[in-house]
């Protein structure tokens, strides 16, 4: 590494503690969504492989989950793999479900994350199911963060599983569908989501410069605010964290009024 490398990294260090000083935690979002975007674009920029890329992206999680505790955050919800990436070819989708069921199983092996699965599980391989379960069995004592992993995550798809779940609770209650449609309301339907126990995001993240959602969490973001960054996910670093929750607590959230 050069001198003006060094020196940058040092100016970063730097600019990076004096905005976490500035930070106010009472300002913190308590629920983060992540589109950990831009692993393959990554990779070709730095001369590598797709598999490289989604490597390097695994190895950001824990880090950028250490971010999060050191600022309070209670809840965190990681889109690893969306409905759609099963229409990758099978040479970059073999790895990549390698990849993230040995994200999924450092996680729990941390001790300090409760891990939970959202996502429709019938879509994917029988070994990631058992690993998945397994993570949510082990942490479930855990008091740390809670950290969502949305794999075979789609939201249209989720909304879609929500109102299946909710017609056939009300069909094991013996309740007709009139009287189902009496009482539908977005209260009843938000508790069937993969996330309904739990409190919307605050703030949803995406890398690599795309300005969309994706189809992430469409019901719960509908009052979220939304931090776009230029950087790549491998790239992401506490500066560009930081940075976030600064825009974050500077923003008045008005809730449609």
């Excluded at 979002?29 to 992540?34: M, S, Y």
């Excluded at 960054?229 to 974050?248: G, H, I, N, S, T």
């Amino acid at each position: 590494m050069n001198l003006r490398d060094t020196l940058r990294r040092l100016l970063v260090r730097f600019y990076a503690r004096r905005v976490e000083g500035h930070l106010d935690h009472e300002q913190v979002p308590k629920h983060i969504g992540v589109i950990m975007d831009g692993n393959r674009r990554w990779a070709k920029a730095a001369g590598s492989t797709t598999v490289m890329g989604h490597r390097a992206g695994a190895e950001k999680i824990e880090e950028f989950l250490g971010w999060c505790s050191e600022t309070d955050v209670e809840v965190v919800t990681l889109w690893l793999l969306s409905t759609d990436n099963f229409d990758r070819p099978q040479e970059e989708l073999g790895p990549l479900l390698g990849i993230i069921e040995n994200v999924v199983s450092s996680l729990a092996a941390d001790g300090r994350w409760r891990v939970h699965h959202v996502g429709t599980l019938d879509l994917l391989p029988t070994q990631m199911q058992s690993v998945l379960k397994e993570a949510e069995e082990s942490t479930a004592h855990v008091d740390g963060i809670l950290v969502n992993c949305a794999i075979g995550y789609g939201g249209r798809q989720e909304i879609a599983d929500a109102v299946r779940s909710m017609i056939l609770d009300a069909a094991d209650k013996g309740t007709s569908m009139e009287e189902l449609a009496e009482h539908v309301d977005v209260d009843l339907i938000g508790k069937h989501l993969y996330t309904g126990a739990q409190p919307d995001p605050d703030l949803v993240i995406r890398t690599s410069g795309e300005q969309r959602l994706s189809g992430f969490m469409l019901w719960q973001t509908a009052h979220s605010e939304y931090y776009f960054c230029e950087v790549f996910w491998p790239a992401f670093r506490k500066v560009d964290f930081l940075r976030a929750m600064r825009d974050y607590a500077a923003r008045h959230r008005r809730y449609g009024g």
